[in-house]
Structures are given as C-alpha cells and as structure tokens.
C-alpha cells in the first residue's frame, strides 16, 4: 500500500468538492460538511457533468448535469445501475489530503479511462 499527498483540506470548503491532478489523471475529491472526505472519478458517466460542481450530501454527490445522484462511499448511482470509480483517501493532522493506494489500484490508475470501474 502507498499513499499520496494530493492536497490538503483547506482547498476545498465543507459542502463542495474540487478536482486534483494525481500522476497524471484528475480525481474529485469531496469533503461534506461532517468533515469526511470521499474521492471519485471527475466526471459522471452519463454525460461527462463535472462531479467536483455537484451538490454534496453527507455522502452523496448530485451531477449539476442531470441530476443523477452517487452513493461516495460505493460509487453507486441511486436510482439506475451507473456506476463511479471511488478512491481511499485519508486526512492527516496537518491536514493533507492522502490518496491511499492499494497495488492492483496503482495499475488501475495508471490505465483508467475515468468512466467506468
């Protein structure tokens, strides 16, 4: 397991969520207003709306596209069967985001497309 440094949690205010590079391919990651913090691919599936705009739950996130809503924790769509890549991440105490990587994850990120798990 690895972990990266991606940002840190100040960047983005509680309620929204904002996009960060990570070697090479954009994530978005999403911090609610509980604290927590979630990341997934940057854009929805059904027609590429930007994640990162959505309105954000307590641990969903809505397409500002079409209104299509994700479970952060599963990546699942609520009320169709899309899907969304979902990512570990973790918050240290000085408040950097971390990006926790798993082996067979570190592949897939060096090879996703960014739409579908």
């Known amino acids: 397991m690895t972990e990266r440094a991606i940002g840190k949690v100040w ?12 070697d090479g391919m ?12 979630f990341a997934t691919q940057p854009d929805c599936p059904h027609r590429n709306g930007p994640l990162a705009d959505g309105l954000v739950g307590e ?8 209104d299509r809503v994700y479970d952060l924790r599963t990546g699942v769509e609520l009320n169709t069967d899309c899907r969304i890549r979902t990512y570990p991440v973790r918050m240290t105490a000085d408040g950097t985001i ?13 090879t996703a497309d960014g739409k579908t798990p």
């Not at 641990?59 to 079409?66: A, Q, R």
């Not at 971390?98 to 060096?110: D, F, S, V």
């Open 11 to 22: 960047q983005i205010p509680k309620g929204e969520g904002r996009n960060f590079a990570v």
């Open 98 to 110: 971390l990006l926790i990587k798993q082996p067979a994850e570190i592949a897939a990120l060096e």
């Open 26 to 37: 954009e994530i978005a990651v999403f911090h609610t207003r509980s604290g927590e913090l």
């Open 59 to 66: 641990s969903i996130v809505v397409c500002p596209l079409h």
